[in-house]
């Protein structure tokens, strides 16, 4: 299994202005990334707020949706699996799959940070500043996980840059 | 006058774990850029608490430290004058400068993006985590500022890059 997170901020790191902002500020081009990287993905993990703003354009992938409305999972259809993941260990869930993409928000990339399980990131950084609003991680833990970076590239002329990290195994 | 903010930050955007955290986790390759950025400058400005915990490193640079300490500008010796932002606007003081260098840390940063003053940003993302600390900027203000790419280029072999943008006029 292969956990890879994908996020798209601001050069400040931000990944939006609150909770309920939908990521309308991100380029085309890093749009079309994330579909490209969604179809590679065997399931994506989003947790409820992400879902409930960007469910729709999620609707056709293999999808895990972390909420605590359930009790531990509970299957919705074919494509869509809620899971609380206070009361389930989520990396059980994802064993049978072998590339997981984790799409944010905050609360998702860090639960997966916290328990060590980001392998790769791919992160886009808009050249925009927002000043405030919702951090990339967060948590009150010691992290000062360190990655390599693979890759860098512009995906456009006004300068959003894609950098591509994998994880350092200690 | 130009005026140059020169930040280092990890991936997940955050310029230090708090207030006295001293800038001893960015590479070698970022500091030797410091330095010759601060060779250009023809003034620097800094905040209270980072003259604090990198002023020795800095004696030699001809530079400002905003504090409230003082109730409007004090000079202390031929390199070093102290402002207080609250009651002179730092701009006035400024004016004989060709080249400013913002050397952080968050208050200073915010000062200068919430009156729109920073022209150029020279940002080194360093290819580590810490989770949680302290932002770039740090505003309640809508900001939403553009900036265009000017360049890209990693530092060394881990992967610290380094991204000049400027502001772009609306």
């Known amino acids: 299994m292969r956990i890879i997170a994908i996020a798209v901020m601001t050069l400040d790191g931000r990944i939006a202005l609150h909770e309920r902002h939908f990521t309308d500020w991100s380029s085309p081009e890093d749009k079309q990334f994330l579909r490209e990287f969604l179809q590679k993905t065997d399931i994506i993990v989003v947790g409820y707020n992400t879902n ?96 390599r970076l693979e890759s860098e590239k512009p995906l456009n002329k006004k300068g959003t840059v894609l950098l591509h990290y994998t994880k350092i195994e200690n």
């Open 52 to 147: 409930e703003i960007a469910g729709h354009e999620l609707g056709t992938y293999n999808r895990i949706v972390l909420t605590t409305a359930v009790a531990t999972t509970e299957r919705k259809n074919e494509a869509l699996l809620l899971c609380n993941p206070e009361t389930v260990d989520v990396r059980t869930v994802l064993e049978p799959y072998k590339l997981v993409g984790i799409l944010g928000g905050t609360w998702t990339y860090t639960y997966f940070l916290e328990r060590d399980l980001i392998d790769e990131l791919y992160l886009t950084i808009e050249p925009v500043i927002f000043g405030h609003g919702l951090d990339l991680f967060a948590t009150a833990k010691d992290i000062g996980t360190k990655f």
